[in-house]
């Protein structure tokens, strides 16, 4: 993925701007939960939904999407476009075990006003290290630097670490999202699988690929999409993923 940390170094906290502020989450089949930050430490709210459904922004075009997970049994709720796109890498990315879009709600006061504000996501790696996930303001280089403050002394409470993140666009973002079409299995795929991945031994095109393994185009085609979404097939992500693009095995 597409990320670095921006502003505040990582583990980095600006003394008290974590003060005082209140974190808001919702317990799967529960109540929604008020805590410190240091009480988030621990909680895998990387498996729980947000803590109220998103809506569109005022004046603004919106979409909420139903993110079906293509590893667990999880389907998490993405509140704009711009977390879809980032939810369909964090699917497709292997390092990512779990994760969550808007889990937890941060409240705190500033100039006389409550400020709220919902990171994009809370995700947990494979090797059980959580991390809160920001999508970058639009144009900028970081988030502002008050949210920042304020995240990264709740992180530092909480046990996360603090990613900023790029959103995803261009080639990467069309392949990722032709291939999450084709994420989940369909029936049993072994041994047309077995042939696909003898077929593309040796670097070879996609739509050559297919028919040195003995497969009919389509139903090759389709599991080879599958496979390239699971990583047993293997391509240059960066380039267009069309007929003659060069696949090989994992």
């Known amino acids: ?20 502020v209140v974190a808001l989450y ?20 990387e498996e729980f939904g947000p803590v109220s459904e998103p809506v569109p922004y005022r004046g603004r075009k919106g979409i909420i999407t139903y993110w079906p997970v293509a590893t667990r049994d999880q ?24 994760f969550s879009a808007g889990p937890v709600e941060l409240r705190w006061r500033a100039g ?9 996501f809370l995700a947990r790696t494979v090797g059980g290290a959580r991390e809160v996930l920001v999508l970058k303001p639009a144009g900028e280089e970081c988030l502002p630097v008050e949210r920042l403050q304020v995240l990264q002394a709740v992180a530092l ?12 666009s261009g080639l990467r973002a069309r392949n990722l999202g032709w291939l999450a079409g084709y994420r989940f299995p369909s029936g049993d795929e072994d041994s047309r699988g ?17 028919a040195a393994s003995g497969l009919d185009e389509l139903t090759g085609l389709d599991l080879a999409y599958r496979m390239l979404w699971q990583r047993r097939l ?17």
């Open 1 to 20: 993925m597409r990320g670095a940390s921006g502003g505040l170094l990582e583990d980095e906290a600006v003394p008290g701007a974590g003060r005082d």
């Open 26 to 45: 919702h317990e799967p089949y529960g109540p929604v939960r008020s805590c410190s930050a240091s009480e988030l430490r621990g909680l895998a709210l």
């Open 75 to 98: 389907t998490v709720v993405c509140g704009s476009l711009r977390q879809w796109r980032l939810a369909v890498e964090l699917d497709f990315e292997p390092a990512w075990a779990a």
């Open 112 to 120: 006389g006003r409550e400020r709220r504000w919902r990171p994009d």
């Open 157 to 168: 409470s909480a046990g996360w670490r603090v990613r900023q993140v790029c959103e995803l």
């Open 194 to 210: 077995r042939a696909l991945l003898k077929a593309f031994r040796e670097p070879a095109g996609l739509r050559a690929g297919v």
């Open 234 to 250: 293997l391509f240059d992500v960066s380039r267009p993923l069309l007929p003659d693009a060069v696949v090989w095995t994992a």
